[in-house]
DNA sequence: ATATCTAACTAACAATCGTTAGTTTTGAAT
DNA sequence: ATTCAAAACTAACGATTGTTAGTTAGATAT
């Protein structure tokens, strides 16, 4: 399983716009970290864009596909919820970078910007709709259901940002205290 | 109360750049929103630098502030986690444009990147010590204490992105509802 | 050895960036 | 009406941006 030069310069453009976000990344320090000169960036993509795009799309395409399984399986409520959790944690722990870009730099998303908005707001829907379900039959506290959804996805969108493989929180932890966290509060 | 022409220019700086992030943002991005040439806007600023450090610094400083206040009051564990939790409230709703740029743009800071970091670690050291205390008399469930103050403080960090004054969640429903998810979760 | 292909290179482009200098307009106080 | 300061303007600068064109080095296959 060896990595293409395309590839290589795709996980070092996310790591780079995780560090500074994608418009202060020029292709030149894409280049210079990679000991080449800008142009020659060019012989494996077609522009900083595909770049961008490539990064967004692919990782929120697993997000799509992830939930349409959550959604679509029998499941209790909160068994659908910790699968979510865990959803989030796997691609997370796959990789961090991508997910600073999905969540920081989408808006700079030119030809993909639409098709991104759609999969984001379905993902958000299908979210939506599963705890509002669990309101209903009282498997879910009555508390207001944006704000719960708020609460959890503002949690998961930036593991990110926390998640190391040195220093940070690990991923056995996070898999075991996570859940629990989300779906029974602090005091609890 | 008027708004001097100097604070109306960080007020619509600090709108764009939650927009499209600090380095998208042009000078004659800022001077177009306000019907005037890039060039007129250093009758009143210094540079396009001063204004994120102006938005960020002034916002970390109300964070640090209210947690000070927050650390030394005599409260138990679960009302100083309420307080915080309201503290983040006013301040989003105060300016939620200003918490993008803190959230988002804080590593393009040049002279006041290390007073910064300074502030939110010292935010986050006071956070988790109260959390800490918490655990060790009983009154927070036994979990991991990074993960709990992860959960919090990503749910309170982005809530700019949920608050709304058309349109998302309004403040009367975020002050009542958001204490009772973060602390007894979705499902208790 | 020759041909082929991959991936690097140099050089340059038009556009845009933050910012400065110097000048003119505006509006309120005298 | 005159004065004066605030705030706009025009013009331009050097640097940097993403990208293109054309060329060359190095490996692989014939």
Redesign the interface.
Known sequence: MKVSRKEEIILLAAKLFR??????VTMRDIADALGVKAASLYNHIRSKQELLSTIIIQTATQFTEGMQAIVESPEST?QK?RHIIELHIEITIQNPDFLAALN??W??LEEDLQFFLQMREGYEENFRSI?KVGLANG???D??P???L???L??L??LY??YAKKGG?DAK??KT??P?????????
């Open positions: 560090e500074k976000g994608y418009s202060a909160s919820l920081n730099d808006m700079h705890i498997e879910i506290a508390r207001d944006e704000i719960m708020f609460s959890m503002s949690t969108r930036t940002l926390w929180i932890t996070l205290d996570m629990d966290t989300l779906l029974c509060g602090v005091l609890g």
